[in-house]
């Protein structure tokens, strides 16, 4: 299978390749692993995903310096290999040994809290009219006027309506 792919390179003239297998330590393939192959300088991202067999291919690839192969799969360590060069029609042939590893949860939380004024102490209470007209008694509206304004320290300078009634 890599001669093929070797032969493809060639032929297509000006490109290269990165091809593998991936396996464990006691040489059993590793299906569905993940293969991100990345040249940042040439802003180039392939990400593929092996067969039953392990084995992966990323034909057609810019030649160059500064390829950075990165494998991952459940329940094994992360494999990484760069700085690969790759030269006109040459296909670099990975043979990767994944360790067991355990497994990592990372976590980014990207949310912001929203931002508490610790400079402004201002309480604030709204008084409907329903309630002030549903009051028992006009004095007590009067009283209700004085307990809104008791966190602050400060005379209430707001007047109660008219009330009807005796």
Excluded at 13 to 25: K, L
Excluded at 105 to 115: H, K, L, R, S
Excluded at 144 to 150: E, I, K, P, T, V
Aim: net charge negative; glycine share 10%.
């Amino acid at each position: 299978m890599f001669a093929s792919t070797v032969g493809f390179a060639q032929s297509a003239g000006g490109v290269s390749g990165i091809s593998g297998v991936v396996r464990d330590a006691t040489g059993s393939s590793v299906p569905n692993a993940k293969v991100v192959i990345w040249n940042e300088s040439q802003g180039n991202l392939r990400s593929i995903v092996t067969n039953n067999d392990g084995v992966f291919t990323a034909p057609t690839l810019d030649p160059g310096p500064g390829y950075k192969v990165t494998v991952t799969a459940p329940g094994f360590s992360e494999y990484e290999a760069t700085n690969l060069i790759l030269k006109v029609g040459q296909n670099v042939d990975l043979r990767i040994e994944l360790a067991v590893g355990t497994s990592t949860t990372q976590v980014d939380v990207t949310a912001e809290a929203p931002v508490l004024d610790d400079s402004k102490v201002d309480v604030s209470t709204v008084v409907d009219s329903k309630s002030i007209t549903d009051f028992p008694h006009r004095r007590a509206a009067r009283g209700l006027f004085r307990a809104a304004d008791s966190g602050r320290h400060q005379r209430c300078h707001l007047r109660p309506p008219e009330l009807p009634g005796p």
